[in-house]
């Protein structure tokens, strides 16, 4: 199929994977294929296709792109990052172990403490930057080991080869949240990982118009039960969600190259004002996750946390920004900037949070697209009220 050689070089694959000619028309352009079911030529004859909740061709493309994209052997795309992450979750039965980063999206752990948890999964939350934390939280009921590496919000880069032997030394596999990185920075599965999510809603789509959710895996055992999973439970990514996605992929690697490049600009600048106390963002020598980031990726991002020292210093700033804008999500050509304590780590506890150090005067920036001198000059702006 056009674009699906190995052998093609990245940016040739984010264009051409899964997306061979329309062969009615030509278009080059994967059509929306917006139909729920498909006529049978005869009885027990059909093209393929029989219900739009089991295949729809739009939604195959996509998941035959980012599987490409990723080095994987299949992708479902779900209607948004939690539900792929929900469909990995059905690989660990009741009474079975997850080792979890100490440090994830609010979401994840809101999902996994206050709805798995129910259900006799156990997990053990660990700082899954030190090695030996991962290794001294394995039991012989470990079935996962799940990371997200930069995390979010605190931006801790964990070693993925390192995980994936612990993981695999003790019969468990690891799964590894990319949504920080997406592909083109970081390739999981060439340091071991056995799973890769996304949230496609972040920079994979990169636009802010469409929520979804991307899991990779790369053996055929797997891959059929996920399949059978998203069939089963159906929360499956739109033929418009997927056709958005595939739109974004077209120009994720320019678009890649100008956050990273914003984002260091930022970084530096954070990094040298007064009024900031601390900086968080692997692209500077001093964050701890350097070295580590450096070894297993070809690039930093454009994730970085910030301390202002209280939540009425944070507030004051915030409300004075104009170009950057106050959100969650991140992945935009927008700059978005949040404030992780109240928005995107709410549901996390208090007591929790501050452990984790997600002060109340932390914020979370995910640089965009725009001029550089307009990001700088905004942010000069608001922190100059403080």
């Known amino acids: 199929m056009k674009g699906d050689s190995k052998d093609l070089g990245f940016s040739t694959r984010a264009i051409h994977a899964g997306q061979p000619p329309d062969p009615t028309t030509g278009s080059v352009t994967v059509p929306i294929y917006q139909t729920s079911t498909y006529v049978h030529d005869e009885l027990g004859v059909h093209r393929g296709y ?26 479902h795309a779900f209607a948004s990052g939690m539900s792929a992450i929900a469909t990995l979750l059905t690989r660990v039965k009741a009474g ?3 080792v979890c980063s100490r440090n994830v999206y609010g979401g994840t752990y809101r999902f996994f403490h ?16 030190i090695l030996d934390e991962i290794e001294g939280a394995m039991t012989e009921q470990t079935r996962l080991v799940y990371v997200e590496t930069p995390t979010n919000p605190m931006i801790e880069v964990t070693d993925i080869a390192g995980a994936a032997e612990i993981a695999h030394r003790h019969g468990a596999k690891l799964a590894v949240d990319n949504t ?3 592909p083109y920075f970081q390739q999981p599965f060439e340091h071991g990982a056995d799973f890769v999510i996304h949230s496609t809603t972040k920079f994979l789509n990169g636009h802010s118009d469409s929520i979804g959710g991307a899991l990779v895996s790369k053996s055929e055992e797997d891959a059929e039960w996920f399949g059978f999973v998203q069939k089963s439970e159906g929360a499956i990514l739109s033929p418009f969600d997927s056709f958005l996605v595939l739109r974004g992929l ?17 970084a530096e600048f954070l990094d040298r004002h007064p009024k900031v106390e601390a900086v968080l963002y692997p692209g500077l020598p001093a964050h701890p996750g350097h070295e580590t980031q450096k070894r297993q990726a070809s690039g930093f991002g ?3 946390a910030f301390d202002v020292g209280n939540q009425a210093r944070a507030k004051r700033m915030l409300d004075r920004l104009e170009v950057l804008s106050l959100a969650e999500s991140l992945g935009g050509v927008e700059t978005l900037i949040s404030h992780p304590a109240s928005m995107t780590h709410a549901s996390v ?8 150090g997600i002060s109340d005067g932390l914020i979370r920036v995910s640089v965009g697209l725009e001029d550089e001198k307009d990001l700088l ?4 702006r608001a922190l100059s009220a403080l």
């Open 302 to 304: 454009a994730v970085i």
């Open 96 to 98: 079975e172990h997850v």
């Open 180 to 182: 920080f990185m997406s």
């Open 114 to 129: 206050q709805i798995l948890e129910r259900y006799n999964l156990s997990f053990s939350w660990v700082d899954s930057t």
């Open 250 to 266: 077209k120009t994720l690697v320019v678009r890649m190259e100008r956050h990273e490049a914003n984002g260091r600009a930022v």
């Open 50 to 75: 029989e219900y739009a909740r089991v295949q729809n061709p739009t939604r195959q493309a996509l998941e035959a792109n980012i599987a490409s994209l990723e080095g994987g052997l299949a992708c």
């Open 349 to 356: 506890p208090a007591e929790r949070r501050a452990k984790l």
């Open 377 to 380: 000059a905004d942010l000069e």
